[in-house]
Nanobody
């Protein structure tokens, strides 16, 4: 079993900041990449940002210049620093990890999600 635990969501005013954290637990041989996705009501889940073990980073166009992803490989933790938040950023944010287990299988693990609400 692999578990991803997110934290840091909440209510923030437009222009404010939040920092999301996600820690991985369980039978993990290696995590090749970690990232964040989000899903707003009535919309499909979309990629926000990803980072690999060698620090290759990708951002969605909608968050470039405002969000910063980082990770601590030793602690199997990924962070998302969100600044200049907009109401359009309101969504459930899900942590994702590309996990290799001890048997050589590679699969995606997902967190339970954390709510981010941007409102005056």
């Amino acid at each position: 079993q692999v578990q991803l635990v997110e934290s840091g969501g909440g209510l923030v005013q437009p222009g404010g900041s939040l920092r999301l954290s996600c820690a991985a637990f369980g039978s993990i041989f290696r995590i090749n990449a970690m990232g964040w996705y989000r899903q707003a009501p009535g919309k499909q889940r979309e990629l926000v940002a990803t980072v690999t073990s060698d620090s290759d980073i990708n951002y969605a166009d909608s968050v470039k210049g405002r969000f910063t992803i980082s990770r601590n490989n030793a602690q199997m933790t990924v962070y998302l620093q969100m600044s200049s938040l907009k109401p359009e950023d309101t969504a459930v944010y899900y942590c994702n990890a590309l996990v290799r287990n001890g048997f050589g299988y590679v699969f995606n693990a997902w967190g339970q999600g954390t709510q981010v609400t941007v409102s005056s």
